[in-house]
């Protein structure tokens, strides 16, 4: 089994600052893929950055890096310069196993401040 | 560009009507899946699909079935909807290992 857990249900933020979305995992699988997705008011859902289980490195994608710590089973979102566009619902997931099917958090909403 | 699309994007229906909610996608890709989504609230795998001729139910029980005769194509179908079925639909697919991309959404309301 597989669970992703989002403490925060809501975030707010200055509009150029940074912010950290956490993320706690579990898993009985060794090898195992972390990802975060974005999903604004309209209600797409779009991948955002992805961490593997035996990545060394932290995963970065411009503005988004993901701070990854294995032996607290945490994978937090860090978003830099936050713009007024990043308002959003953010959801982490976790796919592993066999059938390596995501499994989804209960988000956490952000909003940005001017 | 989209590569996975949903239709429609949003639909009205009385009670009782069958719907079907149509999912294509152009990647390729063998693994397809639905999930159900009220507003605000976490994404719920109700279908998936490994390739053509295989559909396994998901974690949350839903009255909906799937279909997959193509692998490009991962229709969901209620026969009766009911205003319990109000809810977004949301569908993905993923290559082997890799994350999965989403359509759009269809957003149903059953009044």
């Keep these: 089994a597989q669970k992703i857990t989002q403490t925060q249900p809501g975030m707010f933020v200055q509009e150029k600052e940074a912010v950290t979305l956490d993320c706690t995992y579990d898993t009985s699988d060794q090898s195992y893929g972390l990802f975060w997705y974005k999903q604004p008011s309209s209600g797409e859902m779009i991948f955002l950055i992805y961490q593997g289980s035996y990545d060394e490195q932290n995963a970065t994608e411009g503005r988004y890096s993901l701070n990854f710590q294995k032996a607290r089973k945490s994978a937090n979102l860090v978003i830099s310069a936050s713009q007024l566009g990043d308002s959003a619902m953010y959801f982490c997931a976790i796919a592993s196993g066999g059938s390596y099917i995501p499994t989804f958090g209960r988000g956490t909403s952000l909003i940005v401040h001017p | ?111």
């Design chain 2, 1 to 111: 560009e989209a590569d996975i699309y949903q239709t429609p994007r949003y639909l009205v229906i009385g009670t009782g009507k069958k719907i079907t909610l149509e999912c294509s996608q152009t990647m390729g890709h063998d693994k397809m899946y639905w999930y159900q989504q009220d507003p605000g609230m976490e994404l719920h795998l109700i279908h998936y699909s490994y390739g053509v001729n295989s559909t396994e139910k998901g974690d949350l029980s839903s009255e909906s079935t799937v279909s997959r005769i193509r692998t490009e194509h991962f229709p969901l179908t209620l026969e009766s909807a009911r205003p319990s079925h109000t809810s977004q639909y949301l569908c993905a697919t993923a290559g082997v290992n890799t994350e999965a991309f989403f359509g759009q959404g269809t957003r149903l309301t059953v009044v």
